[in-house]
């Protein structure tokens, strides 16, 4: 009898440069020093407990088998109706509305869509860390476009200019994660201008759609004829309704645009879980728990806010999102990832580094706080940053 050597045969990464991600490393520090982790940002208390119940509702019912790919009807209208009422631009709920598992699946499915060997993608950096590596599966190229420095507001000099004849698509955030800044009407109508000559895509990631604050508006790609016939537009149940366990989320998009998604969807995930689709389609029957989402992040960012005034921080606007930057100039003169580990370790309060949203590690001495937390966390981080 031959003797078999076991022998695990050697793989070329596609993803060479990846490693774990910034989020993962700050997160289990943060458990092992047993810091405040407003690093990643999720929340830590609870969802409306008639969103749960709306869903074990659904599973009481049997509602338990495969779905259709796309997504449950009942949802698919709900999101039409949403955008409709919102943003005034109205979606076919059977041929521009997907569901999917999260908007991360949602963002790599929309490139492996529509992203050839060869393709360019722009990226405005500082960007969400899955954007770069799911343009590289892809097989295309990521034009990495930095957000100005300071003030994180689009440059559209340096967007036009990066735009080439290989552009397949742009991908934007707002709100913009991780600088906590808002896209303006200005703004969206002058991307509305560079892209109208071309045939460029737009993939809009909106997952904090309904965390703008001040009294400002969310302006969607769909608010504009000439972006929402371009574009992808992505957002999350998760983020919306403190879920973020669930992964679930949504592209809307053209009717053409779509069906090449749902090619690719189809394949990846096929679907999205049942009954947690008809609890959602349920439970956004009322609009009032998205629509008084803005001031419930914004009592919590005032919070946050009042209690940094007393450090050596000194506070970044936060426009939307429920993340809070800070310049820590005044307080160290470690690089931004050295602060936060230091930070964990010492201080006992978890943040992410600005770093790591950048492909060429750019330092600008800002680190980014998640205040999507309980307020007694929130307090007792505050108490810990107080000695600073």
Known sequence: ?????????????????????????????????GA??????????????????AVTEAMQRGLNQYPPMPGVPVLREAVAAKLAKL??????????????????????TIILAVVHPGDEVIVLEPCYDSY??????AGGTAVRVPLTPGTFRPDFDKIAAAITPKTRAILINSPHNPSATVWTEADMRKLQDILAP??????SDEVYEHMVFDGKLHYSAARFAGLAARAFIVSSFGKTFHVTGWKVGYVAAPA?????????????????????QYGLATYMADDRPYLDLPAFYQRKRELFRSGLAGTRFKLLPSEGTYFQCVDISHISDLNEADFCKWLTTEIGVAAIPLSAFYGNGFDQRVVRFCFAKKDETLMAALQRLAKL
């Open 1 to 33: 009898m031959t003797q078999v050597i076991p022998h695990t045969p050697l793989l070329r990464s596609k993803l060479p440069a990846v490693g774990t991600t910034i989020f993962t490393v700050m997160s289990a520090l943060a458990a092992e020093r």
């Open 198 to 203: 071309t045939d460029v895509l737009l993939i």
């Open 256 to 276: 053409a645009l779509s069906a090449e998604f749902r090619k690719v969807h189809q394949f990846n995930v096929f679907t999205v879980n049942t009954p947690v």
């Open 132 to 137: 770069v590596p799911n343009i590289e599966l």
């Open 87 to 108: 943003h005034g631009h109205h979606y076919n709920p059977n041929t521009e509305i997907t569901i999917t598992a999260g908007a991360t699946q949602a963002i790599i």
């Open 36 to 53: 405040v982790n407003l690093g990643q940002g999720f929340p830590d208390f609870d969802c409306d407990p008639t969103l749960v119940n």
